[in-house]
């Protein structure tokens, strides 16, 4: 079974440009979401999908972070403009999701570390 | 609100000593507790997790972690370290039936050969 995957693994910009990272979950979950880990901090929640219906974003800065996730497969999150701040590593995970998941079992994709100069 | 904590961002042991993460979290609900590892350069996994039935969960490669209400702890263990376990060590929580979890702010596991 294939894993969660990302691209790009590493990305390079400067500070007022923009970015998108792109996410394709496990085949089959319902369930998608977006975390950010800055260094040296656990991973928090930016936006949780259910299908391609937003749970939560309460934690997305919405004036510079924006997330989709259409026909309920791939998402994409894109920065615009990106600070210096939103350095860190943005991890997509997916799950079963609904009563037929095991509540809290996240599947975690590699990651796209950021950097922002 | 639900959190976690982690005491200690850097535990050092030596191959074959005790291995101790603590966590204790905070939750004003029965809460699903939940340890996921994160070798470098890869995405976090699953190690175990709580979810209300035995207290004392076991997990992939020997860990273990023991639910103790009392306490408001979820401490990880480990009998003997080995050098594949250094690695980065988080403990989650979330409320019972929901998919979001709270993380900590991870725990690094060094192993002294």
């Known amino acids: 079974e294939a894993g969660v995957a990302q691209s790009p693994r590493y990305k390079i910009i400067e500070k007022r440009q923009s970015v998108a990272f792109w996410c394709n979950p496990i085949s089959g979950h319902a369930t998608l979401y977006w975390y950010q880990q800055i260094l040296g901090q656990g991973p928090k929640l930016l936006i949780q999908f259910q299908n391609n219906g937003v749970v939560d974003d309460s934690q997305l800065p919405k004036d510079r972070f924006s997330a989709e996730r259409l026909k309920g497969v791939d998402s994409t999150l894109k920065i615009q403009p990106a600070k210096l701040e939103d350095s860190a590593v943005y991890l997509c995970a997916s799950s079963l999701g609904g009563s037929s998941g095991s509540p809290g079992v996240l599947f975690f994709g590699p990651g796209t570390r950021l950097t922002v100069l | 609100a639900q959190s976690v904590t982690q005491l200690g961002s850097h535990v050092s042991v030596s191959e074959g000593a005790l291995v101790l993460l603590r966590c204790n979290y905070s939750?004003?609900?029965?809460?699903?507790l939940f340890w996921y590892v994160q070798y470098p350069n890869q995405g976090l996994q699953l190690l175990l997790k709580?979810?209300?039935?035995?207290?004392l969960v076991k997990g992939i490669n020997g860990f273990e972690a023991e639910f103790k209400k009392s306490e408001t702890s979820f401490h990880l263990t480990k009998p003997s370290a080995h050098m594949s376990d250094a690695a980065e060590y988080f403990c989650?929580?979330?409320?019972?039936?929901?998919?979001?979890?709270?993380f900590g702010q991870g725990t690094r596991l060094t192993i002294n050969p």
């Open positions: 709580y979810t209300s039935a035995a207290t």
């Open positions: 989650a929580v979330g409320p019972r039936g929901a998919q979001k979890l709270v």
């Open positions: 939750s004003s609900v029965p809460p699903y």
